[in-house]
């Protein structure tokens, strides 16, 4: 069975600085793995989608990276802003999740004026 | 543009009681989903449907029903209504197999059952 862990559980930052969130799987026959923002109350945001045959995908200040090998991606924020605080998802599918979207349980992100 | 729209947001249940959430989605995609969110528990498959007329179980799938009579249209149902069914309830859509293509969430039905 697929299990995705993510480190930190939380974090809190000062604005401005550069910050990685960390997500590791225990399959590594994925087809693709997302990152997505959840903000208080709210539904998913799916920030960036990461096939398999990619090592990284950018969007703005963020840079996602993927490792099959050893399981694991890491969600680069460039120049924290207070409007980044929310809860980031990892989530893979293919493998053991073949159909359907497995979930890390989340980072959640503060980020302090 | 609408994308996932999800009805209602807020609901309180009594034990036994039953309720169908609805979600639609504008966007013409064939395949939808529900998942449950719980704290510690993270989000959980339910049901999901690969296009009108199909339904199939997910990891969590007792005590519910689904139906997909319309491509737009994802209906879960709970028929006698549990507290160990309180969650927050979300649908996604997809252009393809969820994974293959990006996922689109609602905004989510927060669910109490006393």
């Known amino acids: 069975k697929q299990e995705v862990t993510q480190i930190p559980a939380a974090l809190s930052v000062p604005e401005g600085e550069n910050l990685v969130l960390n997500c590791s799987f225990t399959d590594s026959a994925i087809y693709n793995l997302q990152w997505f923002r959840q903000d208080p109350g709210k539904g998913l945001t799916s920030l960036l989608l990461?096939?398999?045959?990619?090592r990284e995908q950018t969007s703005g200040r963020l840079n996602a990276s993927l490792d099959k090998s050893s399981g694991r991606s890491t969600l680069y924020i460039a120049a924290s802003q207070p409007g980044d605080s929310a809860t980031y998802l990892c989530a893979v599918s293919g493998g053991t999740s073949y159909g359907k979207l497995t979930f890390g349980q989340g980072t959640i992100l503060t980020v302090h004026p | 543009n609408a994308g996932v729209t999800q009805t209602p947001k807020f609901r309180v249940l009594k034990t036994g009681q039953s309720m169908t959430l609805l979600c639609a989605q504008d966007?013409?995609?064939?395949?939808m989903y529900w998942y449950r969110q719980d704290p510690g528990m993270g989000l959980r498959l339910i049901h999901y449907?690969?296009?009108?007329?199909?339904?199939a179980k997910g990891e969590v799938p007792d005590g519910y029903n689904v139906s997909r009579l319309k491509k737009q249209n994802f209906l879960l149902g709970l028929e006698s209504a549990a507290p160990s069914q309180t969650s927050v309830y979300f649908c996604?859509?997809?252009?393809?197999?969820?994974?293959?293509?990006?996922?689109?969430f609602g905004q989510g039905t927060r669910l109490t059952v006393v």
């Open positions: 449907s690969v296009g009108e007329g199909t339904t």
């Open positions: 996604a859509s997809s252009y393809r197999e969820i994974g293959e293509a990006e996922a689109f």
């Open positions: 966007m013409n995609h064939e395949y």
């Open positions: 990461i096939q398999s045959s990619q």
